[in-house]
């Protein structure tokens, strides 16, 4: 009988080390054990959403990696939430599944009403949405047929995860009142004896199946992992917009929560910066106004190659009136103007601030000038037809347009704006039209157009393009690069008529008109083989002269002409002079006679203080007039 003990006693210590060896062994399989529905659950969530906002259109793919980043995530999930107590746990998971799926259906019914997952402009008009509105838009937008389509995809593995879960908690509540009517204590320890050497025997294969393959998957997807990382660690807006240029490295947030995340985050960098520029606005004083130009009108272009430009010598027939106008002696051009960025965003931000680039702090901290001309007496009217929230906005114009589009800051910078979007530049004229009534004896009017913002053949309708792909024969490139020439071409020309417009709506006032375009475009310049922008570039006199030369040109009304000759003639003998237009602001309260204490004669064109000599530094880093002309062609 002793010996019968002894043996009994070594069985239960020997259970007792396989139980620990098993434990240890069993640790990277403790997050699928301790959350199976949740695990498989979320990785099923995962891969329906992320076929769920995949476009409908030719050549359009998910993430390249997008499995093994998922595995990575559910199982880094699952890992968390297997460190946490059994009772603390279940609570826990419900809370994330809710969040989960909650924002899974949103991001996708975002993209099936209105063609985009969510987005900071998107969440910032949630936020902005009060009760009334939300059920006024759930009526309007809410149609039982979404559940047929990609929307019903989430809801069918809700509605799966619901019974499953369901189905499971009331088995466990079965197998636990068993236990408690279970009284073979012997039998017990004997069926977990044997169910410990049956794992024990399973537990090292599938431990080192699955750590293998989380180091697989990680692997795999790291690269996007530390542009996610890189992605939410900027501390500005800016930077954010800049990094999702980087085409080839950039995040790809292929999941609902990182959308969010991303939208959350980016509002909250706006919403610094918008603090310390309403912060600003009670320093917006002017101290005087002689109203020197009664009507001031700046039109803001998009994506103008100034070596594309006619007026500026280019071999093709894109700015016809313009020249004309020039030659009558209405207009004058500057010769050598450059953006200090290529990105809209980041211009916007210093020609609508007295900031310029080589001054202390930050563009935020300065005031818009915009609101310098209100409290002068100006009445301002901004139409744009790029910075206005919608649904579908890209960071990019989110980046560039949050500050204008802030409720207090837009009040204190503007009087009249439009309220839509057009598909062409057309509509600006239109928006005018309908508000120029609003005009008072001293305006400033602000018209911002799209231009030949990314797809050039879109900026045009078909009924007024005139240049085709045999209008360009340039060996080396195919009939497709040849299109996108010609496409090119026919929004600068367009661009021409628009303008021509616009001039022709202040020839009988006491006006001058302003045109000068964000920053410039590539469109296969010399030998390059691209079109659009390089911002991953470092920036070379051949990138410089592509993307930072812009044309810029001042009209003047015969009204004005009569009336102001000294500054036509100032403008003639600075129209050969180094400009930069970060400076712009400064020569705008110039032609107003706006005298203010945010005001410098060195960045005003039309001074004999103008600095020509001032630094033209390019994205904060690069001298313009340094580079030299090796490689421009």
Request: net charge negative; charged share 25%.
């Amino acid at each position: 009988m002793w010996q019968s003990c002894s043996n009994f006693a070594a069985k239960i210590v020997i259970m007792k080390m396989l139980k620990k060896i098993n434990n240890l062994l069993a640790l990277p399989l403790l997050p699928i054990t301790r959350n199976p529905l949740f695990f498989v659950m979320m990785f099923i969530l995962g891969t329906v959403c992320t076929y769920a906002v995949l476009p409908e259109r030719r050549g359009a793919q998910v993430y390249e990696f997008w499995w093994q980043e998922l595995f990575v995530d559910v199982y880094v999930v699952c890992a968390l939430l297997a460190l946490i107590p059994e009772r603390f746990r279940r609570w826990v998971r419900l809370v994330l599944y809710v969040i989960f799926y909650a924002i899974a259906i949103v991001d996708v019914y975002c993209f099936v009403k209105f063609d985009s997952t969510l987005t900071p402009t998107m969440l910032l008009l949630v936020g902005e949405t009060n009760s009334g509105e939300a059920s006024e838009f759930f009526r309007s937008y809410f149609s039982w047929d979404l559940l047929s389509g990609r929307l019903g995809w989430v809801l069918l593995v809700l509605l799966v995860n619901l019974i499953i879960g369901g189905f499971l908690a009331w088995r466990s509540h079965i197998r636990k009142k068993r236990e408690q009517d279970d009284e073979g204590i012997l039998k017990g320890m004997f069926s977990a004896s044997r169910s410990c050497c049956l794992s024990t025997t399973l537990v090292p294969f599938l431990s080192l199946a699955v750590t293998v393959f989380f180091i697989y998957c990680l692997t795999a997807c790291w690269d996007n992992k530390r542009a996610e990382h890189r992605l939410m660690s900027y501390d500005n807006i800016g930077d954010v917009e800049h990094e999702l240029t980087e085409v080839k490295t950039r995040a790809n947030l292929y999941l609902p929560i990182y959308r969010f995340a991303f939208s959350v985050y980016a509002n909250h960098l706006t919403s610094k910066q918008v603090t310390r520029l309403i912060d600003g606005i009670k320093e917006a004083k002017v101290d005087s106004c002689s109203f020197t130009s009664p009507n001031i009108v700046l039109v803001i272009g998009e994506s103008y190659n100034r070596h594309h430009s006619q007026l500026y010598g280019y071999e093709k027939a894109t700015a016809p009136r313009q020249l004309e106008r020039e030659q009558k002696g209405e207009l004058i051009k500057m010769e050598d103007a450059v953006s200090s960025w290529n990105l809209t965003s980041y211009v916007f931000k210093q020609m609508f601030s007295m900031y310029a680039v080589g001054d202390k702090d930050e563009w935020c901290d300065y005031p818009l000038f915009p609101e310098l001309f209100r409290d002068a007496g100006y009445h301002v009217t901004f139409i744009t037809n790029q910075f206005l929230p919608q649904a579908k906005e890209e960071v990019y114009d989110f980046s560039g347009g949050f500050f204008l589009n802030n409720k207090e800051l837009s009040s204190a910078m503007f009087d009249t704006r439009n309220e839509s979007l057009h598909d062409y530049d057309d509509g600006v004229l239109s928006d005018y039209d309908r508000l120029r009534k609003a005009n008072k004896e001293h305006n400033l009017i602000i018209l911002h157009l799209k231009g030949q913002h990314v797809h050039y053949a879109s900026r045009v309708p078909k009924n007024q393009k005139h240049f085709t792909l045999n209008d360009y024969q340039r060996k080396g490139f195919t009939k497709k690069e040849r299109q996108v020439m010609a496409d090119y071409d026919n929004a600068l020309l367009y661009n021409d008529s628009i303008m021509d417009e616009i001039v022709k709506r202040f020839e009988d006032d006491d006006a001058i008109v302003i045109y000068v375009p964000d920053h410039g475009e590539e469109c296969y310049g010399g030998d390059v083989h691209f079109f659009g922008r390089m911002h991953s570039t470092e920036i070379t006199a051949r990138l410089a002269h592509e993307e930072f030369d812009i044309p810029m040109w001042f009209w003047f009304s015969e009204r004005y002409r009569e009336a102001h000759p000294d500054i036509v003639e100032k403008l003639r003998n600075a129209s050969t002079l180094r400009y930069m237009i970060d400076a712009l602001p400064h020569t705008l309260l110039r032609l107003a006679g706006i005298h203010t204490k945010w005001y410098r004669s060195r960045l005003d064109i039309l001074s004999d203080d103008y600095d020509d000599e001032r630094p033209r530094i390019l994205k904060l880093t690069t001298d313009y007039d340094k580079l030299g002309s090796q490689g421009v062609k």
